[in-house]
């Protein structure tokens, strides 16, 4: 099925078609209108220039008058096999749909609402027939079962037109174009934009990001460049006073070989107050009832970071370098850099 873009904003036509594989543009003067375009013929120049096929409006009254302004445009330096000719369902639209072809004008015939009407553009040779289904449907009739009528007749009498499914207002109607067997479905870009969204394959890219990341990068590409230790020797005020500098909510306590012999959080620290007073501060860090804390090499990845979390429930490592202390993640910095949950 042929994907077109309905629009005629230019900057939204540039961007579409940095897509690469779009059919075609089509357009209308409704659209250019609402845009504030004056200059019609240049901006059909201009767009016939950036997009594969351009479908346009030919008007007129009668048949001669729509085949002479189709030629008239031709002149402007339109291609004939780029330049789809828009013409709405009439008999004198019919009968220029037949005078085009025989000079090998390509045709749209649209602002169809009836099998009968799409018959006559068939039986004139129109390229495309093109029902418009959100407007069917604003007035109470059923659209898709028109669509599929059409394509019917079209595979069952083997006329050479494509049915053209417009008037597009969801990603519904493009699925519906898809069921029906319609050869082309035009779609504006707010719409076509949200034809690759689904909120799971959103979910399930994002969790194949993130189990790249804890497969590639290292604990070193997250720790924090402050560093805040304390000896044995050192106080709790030193604790304290070296937590605030940093702006870290924990300091790794380490003995004279710069080995992790514990960890002291601002956590410990409201516990201690609480229990023992604020004359506690004044105690010395190798006086605490200090536990080995679990810590990990720099160089290890992610992954080894986020299972020694799952498994030890902590939500604190230090991290290491041949065993000397030089920095520590966080739960909160896995979930941060990694976006876990």
């Known amino acids: 099925m042929e994907l077109y873009l309905d629009s005629a904003d230019i900057k939204e036509i540039k961007e579409a078609f940095q897509l690469g594989f779009l059919a075609g543009l089509t357009t209308t003067p409704t659209f250019m209108h609402r845009h504030g375009i004056t ?20 008007l007129g009254s009668t048949a001669e008058e729509i085949v002479a302004e189709a030629r008239r445009q031709h002149k402007l330096g339109l291609k004939k096999n780029k330049t789809v000719f828009k013409i709405p369902i009439s008999l004198e639209g019919v009968k ?3 005078m085009l072809k025989d000079e090998d004008f390509l045709v749209n015939i649209h602002l169809v609402y009836t099998l009968q009407q799409a ?17 069917l449907q604003d007035q109470g009739q059923d659209a898709l079962w028109l669509i599929e009528q059409c394509v019917n007749a079209v595979n069952y009498y083997g006329y050479k037109t494509k049915i053209m499914f417009s008037s597009v207002r969801s ?7 898809l069921n029906a067997g319609a050869h082309t479905v035009t779609v504006p870009w707010k719409v076509l934009k949200q034809l690759t969204e689904n909120h799971f394959t959103a979910l399930g890219t994002k969790e194949f990001f993130d189990h790249t990341r804890l497969m590639t990068k290292k604990v070193n590409d997250i720790i924090s460049p402050v560093n805040p230790v304390v000896t044995r020797d050192e106080s709790i005020h030193d604790c304290l006073v ?11 306590i380490v003995n004279e070989n710069q080995e992790p ?3 002291f959080t601002d956590g410990d620290l409201r516990r201690m107050i609480e229990k023992e007073g604020s004359g506690s501060i004044s105690k010395k860090a190798g006086d605490l009832d200090l ?25 604190t490592i230090i991290v290491t370098e041949h065993g000397k202390a030089i920095g520590m ?3 909160q910095d896995l979930l941060l850099v990694n976006g876990l949950s």
């Open 96 to 98: 220029a749909c037949k």
């Open 242 to 252: 070296k937590m605030t500098v940093g702006g870290c909510g924990a300091v790794t």
């Open 329 to 331: 993640i966080d739960i």
């Open 261 to 263: 012999i514990g960890v």
């Open 39 to 58: 200059d019609i013929d240049g901006t059909v120049i201009g767009l016939s220039k950036i997009v594969p096929v351009l479908q346009i409006e030919a």
């Open 171 to 177: 990603v519904e109607h493009v699925r519906n174009a």
């Open 119 to 135: 018959y006559m553009a068939m039986a004139a040779g129109a390229d495309y027939v093109c029902p418009l289904v959100g407007r």
């Open 291 to 315: 536990k080995k804390p679990y810590s990990i090499e720099g160089s290890a990845l992610l992954y080894e970071a986020s299972a020694m979390f799952r498994e030890t429930q902590v939500d």
